[in-house]
């Protein structure tokens, strides 16, 4: 009788694993926010994110007004070492803020990076920073912070319907059944039989 459920239940966590696995194949996604870290204030500077591995890396850096307009080298720093690389040419882009519908102004950088296991392990434990720095001295720091995995719509939806199943199944197998016909003519005899003795008793 469990088995039907035992199976579907194999099933469903089969999928999520494969999920993780997969997920964690094509890489890790990180975000960070850029602030310049003025005495006695903090000026929102930007955000961004990069999917890398123990091995490279692909990043996308916002950089808003009126910080767009510096020539910025870009540096992730771990305490195992720090990874830089070139931004490129930007592209200006507008980007929404704050809950009003709101935008602002900037410059969209994309691109791809070497990345090394060591400083890939760091960010996974949640120690690292990403840092802009100008020609001026100015610097754009934040730290980095890894989203929690959400599963795919895909996957979700397929472990729902194995659920679904698996509750009918369950529901299924507790019912009562009905009489089958062997029982049904057992229990005719058995009246049957019951009647003629108490009419031989009467007699």
């Known amino acids: 009788m469990k088995t039907p459920t035992l199976r579907c239940t194999v099933i469903a966590l089969a999928l999520l694993v494969c999920t993780v696995c997969t997920s964690r194949s094509q890489g890790v996604v990180f975000t ?5 870290q003025e005495p006695g204030a903090s000026i929102y500077g930007g955000f961004g994110s ?3 591995d123990a091995s490279a890396g692909q990043f996308q850096v916002n950089v808003v007004f009126p910080y767009d307009g510096d020539s910025l080298t870009p540096l992730i720093i771990t305490p195992s070492g720090s990874l830089s690389f070139l931004l490129g040419t930007g592209t200006p882009a507008t980007f929404p803020f704050g809950p009003f519908g709101d935008f602002m102004s900037g410059v969209s950088y994309a691109g791809s990076f ?3 296991s060591a400083a890939y392990s760091d960010l996974l434990s949640g120690l690292g920073q ?3 720095t100008a020609d001026s001295g100015l610097r754009l720091t934040g730290g980095i912070v890894q989203p929690a995995p959400e599963p795919s719509v895909s996957i979700l939806f397929v472990c729902g319907l194995i659920s679904f199943l698996c509750l009918r199944l369950t529901r299924a197998n507790n019912s009562p ?3 089958t016909a062997v029982g049904a003519v057992s229990s005719a005899v058995a009246v049957r039989v019951a009647s003629r003795r108490w009419f031989s008793f009467c007699r």
Do not use: V
């Open 32 to 36: 960070f926010s850029l602030w310049d």
């Open 130 to 132: 990403f840092q802009l």
């Open 114 to 116: 070497q990345s090394s």
């Open 50 to 52: 990069f999917t890398m």
């Open 177 to 179: 059944k009905p009489p």
